[in-house]
């Protein structure tokens, strides 16, 4: 089992950055690829990216390359989403989810956090 905590989500304006953490409880983190999804009022959950186990690969939606940048800390059982040049369009609640598989843009992942909200103003 898995526990999922994210954190860092806040209101900010347009052109500003936030940084998200994930925090994983457990003694196998090292086991899942960590992925960031998002979903925006009224809109399907989205993929945003994904940090294979070893952080060696790390792949991002095309609406956020660029701009986002994921990393993992597995000594901290953390992984972040260091978000910039944020977009009012990028506003939503932000969930990491775990699996102990390869990189996938779906969602099937096994382990969810609870999600924190992200709002940038105009």
């Known amino acids: 089992q898995v526990r999922l905590v994210e954190s860092g989500g806040g209101l900010v304006q347009a052109g500003g950055s936030l940084r998200l953490s994930c925090l994983a409880s457990g003694r196998t983190f090292t086991r899942y690829t960590v992925s960031w999804f998002r979903q925006a009022p009224g809109k399907e959950r989205e993929f945003v990216g994904a940090v294979d186990r070893s952080g060696g690969t790390i792949y991002y939606a095309d609406s956020v390359k660029g701009r986002f940048t994921i990393s993992r800390d597995n000594a901290k059982t953390t992984v972040y989403l260091q978000m910039n040049s944020l977009k009012p369009e990028d506003t939503a609640v932000y969930y990491c989810?775990?699996?102990?598989?390869?990189?996938?843009?779906?969602?099937?992942?096994?382990?969810w956090g609870q999600g924190t909200q992200v709002t940038v103003s105009s």
């Open positions: 989810a775990a699996g102990d598989r390869t990189i996938t843009t779906r969602e099937l992942y096994d382990y």
